[in-house]
């Protein structure tokens, strides 16, 4: 079942959405050579205990941490770990904040220090394609809009699509339906509705799409161990488009 949000789910949403932003600002400035992902991870529960909040990842499915933190061929769900960040790599770092039982969830992926063109170009496509996904979130459309238009725009700059992983509803709970591919059909799936939450999240590689798990079952690394990126942003469905809950803040 799809949920449809009351306005006082919607307000929750809205804070537990600007915490995860807020998260994101904060940990920003830390994301340079030498630190390591679980210190990372370190301050940001923290930061996120002392908004009122809660790690959500953190014991979810046996996870063992507050961030995903993805590095180079890493796609997600990366453990955080005592391997210091070099100048060079790519972290994507994912969290889900959870603000009085409601749930925020986004993903971007950062440059530590100086990255390759190559690196920069996957970056800067990746985001740009969740920006596609998003200008198709209206009432009246379907999942397989916004999947097809994140699918066209990166496999049309010459990205992989993973397919294995897609983005979902959320709400109480981080994971909720829909599903929401990264690849599709125009005009298929669910139909949008105002009061639907709903997180997009493209992840794309450099190479090719396939990926595999790590025997420690969550790591997911690119077979190719080419470079990987993951932006997501959680989207409410309003009268006439979307708004994003999960909003970009100023460095
Ligand atoms: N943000 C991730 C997602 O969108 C969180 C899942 S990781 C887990 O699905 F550890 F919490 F499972
Ligand atoms: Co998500």
């Known amino acids: 079942m799809i949920t449809i949000k009351s306005e006082r789910e919607i307000d929750l949403m809205r804070h537990a959405g600007m915490l995860v932003s807020k998260m994101h600002q904060f940990i920003k400035p ?8 679980k210190q990372l991870d370190e301050l940001c529960e923290k930061f996120i205990r002392d908004q009122d909040a809660v790690p959500t990842c953190k014991g979810y499915e046996g996870y063992p941490a507050t961030l995903c933190t993805s590095v180079n061929d890493t796609v997600v769900h990366g453990i955080p770990n005592d391997e210091p960040l070099k100048n060079g790599d790519i972290i994507s770092i994912d969290v889900v904040i959870g603000y009085k039982g409601y749930q925020g969830d986004a993903a971007w992926t950062y440059a530590v220090g100086e990255v390759s063109e190559e690196k920069k170009y996957l970056m800067e496509h990746t985001e740009k394609s969740l920006l596609e996904g998003l200008k198709m979130v209206k009432p009246g459309n379907r999942i397989g809009d ?7 725009y990166a496999t049309s700059h010459h990205l992989g699509v993973v397919r294995e992983l897609c983005g979902h509803g959320i709400g109480q709970e981080m994971h909720e339906e829909p599903e929401v591919p990264n690849f599709g059909i125009p005009n298929t799936g669910p139909l949008l509705k105002k009061g639907m939450v709903i997180c997009i999240e493209p992840m794309i590689t450099y190479g090719h799409r396939d990926v595999y798990v790590m025997p420690d079952e969550w790591t997911v690394k690119t077979l190719d161990h080419s470079d990987a990126a993951h932006y997501e942003h959680t989207v409410l469905v309003t009268e006439d ?3 994003i809950l999960t909003p970009r ?3």
């Open 30 to 37: 830390y994301i340079k050579e030498g630190v390591t992902t």
């Open 146 to 152: 916004i999947s097809h238009a994140v699918e066209e």
């Open 241 to 243: 488009g979307y708004e």
């Open 249 to 251: 803040l100023e460095d």
